[in-house]
T-cell receptor
């Protein structure tokens, strides 16, 4: 069975400071991992994905994530937060052996203070 | 390229009333998903279609929920009768094919309030 745990329900940072959103996963097989962002009243948008290639994945808007199998983690980072980064972020795990079924974390709300 | 379209965006109904949501996926996408997102939680899959076939409906409450995807394009999700606990955002998503590697493209959702 697959599962995802987002370790922080809320993260608050100041504009220009680093962002760290933490995600741990559980999977019986080699998983694919995704980060999606959801702005208010908008659909979820893909930030980046890991699919067994390079363990350090770069995404849109300066975000990146590192797949660490030994720690079963896939944390999302950004060197410098921007006001427009304020949103809800979801970590997602998907298994090829599970017919590609996706399991979402409960989300992390990122607040960016001026 | 047009994204996933959903309507209505908002719906308020009284309990025991029926309600229907409509989704038009991205052109050419074979796989269509309906998710329910409760407040403060991540989306949970209700049903997944590959073309017009429902290949995973294990989480769909079949006593009151139904869905269809005629001709493998548009889809409708229905609740009859609605209960207070059905208040949530209903998301539609599509992808080229079903795969652990494929990105899903999401619509803006329908926010349902049951009074």
């Amino acid at each position: 069975a697959q599962s995802v745990t987002q370790l922080d329900s809320h993260v608050s940072v100041s504009e220009g400071t680093p962002v760290l959103l933490r995600c741990n996963y559980s999977s019986s097989y080699s998983p694919s991992l995704f980060w999606y962002v959801q702005h208010p009243n908008k659909g979820l948008q893909l930030l980046l994905k890991y699919t067994s290639a390079a363990t350090l994945v770069k995404g849109i808007n300066g975000f990146e994530a590192e797949f660490k199998k030994s720690e079963t983690s896939f944390h999302l980072t950004k060197p410098s937060a921007h006001m427009s980064d304020a949103a809800e972020y979801f970590c997602v795990v998907s298994e090829y052996a599970n017919a590609g079924k996706s399991t979402f974390g409960d989300g992390t709300t990122l607040t960016v203070k001026p | 390229e047009a994204g996933v379209v959903q309507s209505p965006r908002y719906k308020i109904i009284e309990k025991k009333q029926p309600v229907a949501f409509w989704c038009n996926p991205i052109s050419g996408h074979n796989t269509l998903y309906w998710y329910r997102q409760n407040l403060g939680q991540g989306p949970e899959l209700l049903i997944r279609y590959e073309n017009e076939e429902a290949v995973d409906d294990s989480q769909l409450p079949k006593d009151r929920f139904s869905a269809e995807r005629l001709k493998g394009v548009d889809s409708t999700l229905k609740i009859q009768p609605a209960e207070l606990g059905d208040s949530a955002v209903y998301l539609c998503a599509s992808s080229l094919v079903t795969s652990a590697y494929n990105e899903q493209f999401f619509g803006p959702g329908t926010r349902l309030t049951v009074l």
